[in-house]
């Protein structure tokens, strides 16, 4: 992944791109792109797939331009205005795979910067809305995949089960080992069962000092 200007990569984005199965995916959806970096690691990981990215922060939609511009795969990579909520009343297009690290801080002091709200806080894209956007959006055999912290889970599971999408497969990540689970990834799809329930480790005991199997996953990405 090419790094370029305002190129801002947070861990939970980069997990989410490298845990997501894109394998069979022909159309993918990224809601919530922030300046693309998961549209683009997910464009590098499947080379025929075409890629939708949504962003409503005005600020963030010309980074993600600029970036897509400047990608390898910028053919495949459509970029829109958009909110998730209006996307989904537009489009009459199913996709494969739709992806979001979505906003997760519920009825906390906001920032005064509109951005950073916008990015960070449920107001603007609450769980409930987004994942009616995303049942609507996802094939009969598709996966709805998101990052969340892991105090969200429960909520975030309960809102999916009403609009009838179920974890297909589950991983809960840990800081480092003497650390509580902070984030979990979570793939959902329609009518699924739990097929893989795991955790994952980011780093040992030593600060900075990767795990394995958190290098492993995300080897790609880095040089």
Same mark, same amino acid.
């Given at each position: ?69 400047? @990608? +390898?795969? !910028? ?5 829109? =205005?958009? *909110?998730?909520?209006? $996307? ?22 906001? @920032? +005064?910067? !509109? ?5 960070? =806080?449920? *107001?603007?894209?609450? $769980? ?96």
């Amino acid at each position: 992944m090419q790094n370029h200007a305002a190129m801002r990569v947070g861990t939970d984005g980069v997990m989410l791109g490298a845990w997501a199965d894109v394998a069979r995916a022909s159309r993918i959806l990224d809601i919530g792109t922030g300046t693309g970096v998961i549209a683009l690691m997910l464009a590098q990981r499947n080379r025929t797939a075409q890629i939708d990215a949504i962003e409503i922060e005005e600020g963030a939609v010309n980074d993600a331009s600029a970036n897509f511009i400047n @990608s +390898p795969w !910028k053919e495949r990579l459509q970029l829109h =205005h958009i *909110s998730a909520q209006d $996307f989904a009343v537009a489009t009459p297009g199913k996709f494969d795979l739709i992806v979001c690290n979505p906003p997760f801080f519920n009825q906390c002091l906001q @920032s +005064p910067k !509109k951005s950073k709200n916008i990015a960070r =806080h449920t *107001s603007q894209l609450t $769980f409930k809305d987004l994942i009616g956007a995303a049942s609507k959006l996802l094939t009969t055999e598709g996966r709805f995949i998101v990052v969340l912290p892991s105090e969200s889970e429960e909520k975030f599971r309960a809102e999916a089960a009403s609009a009838k999408l179920f974890p297909a497969k589950i991983t809960r990540v840990k800081p480092n080992p003497v650390k509580p689970v902070k984030r979990v990834l979570i793939a959902f799809a329609l009518e699924a069962t739990l097929k893989t329930e795991n955790e994952l480790t980011i780093e040992t005991e030593t600060r900075h000092v990767y795990t394995e199997a958190f290098q492993k996953m995300v080897e790609t990405f880095y040089l």
